[in-house]
């Protein structure tokens, strides 16, 4: 999945400015579930625990390619407004370099407001796909 915009800032303002759109949180989430059914096919043999994410109440996969120049992630969940969440950090971190990745503080979570609307388990499994995507692009920054 390449990222539609050149930089990690511009991504991120982006998404707020789509979720602008939105009057109302069952629209925000029926948008995420759109976004979900965007994300690339994810081979079904990645889908072993070893690429599973902890932390997350669903099921969450992620696959990370790539070196300190140009980390890729590919990712999946069986939950749709998860993977929705997923295709949303993936357009703001995947396939860029791990200095932009640990440069950038993931702004577009409170600015269209998903701090206050996720359950408690959703911002968990949030927080670990964030520190994992932190995690891998610190690993490969040395």
Sequence with gaps: MLPPEATAV???QAIADEFAF???WSERYQYLIDLGRRLPPFPE???TEANRLQGCQSMVWIVPEGDASRLEFHAISD???VSGLVYLALRVYSGRSAA???ATTPDYIEKIGLSKHLSPTRSN???AL?????ARAAAVAV
């Design 100 to 102: 932009e990745i640990l």
């Design 10 to 12: 511009e991504a991120q």
């Design 45 to 47: 043999e990645w889908k």
């Design 79 to 81: 939950s749709s407004i």
């Design 22 to 24: 939105f009057g109302d």
């Design 125 to 127: 499994g949030m927080a």
């Design 130 to 134: 964030l520190a994992f995507i932190q």
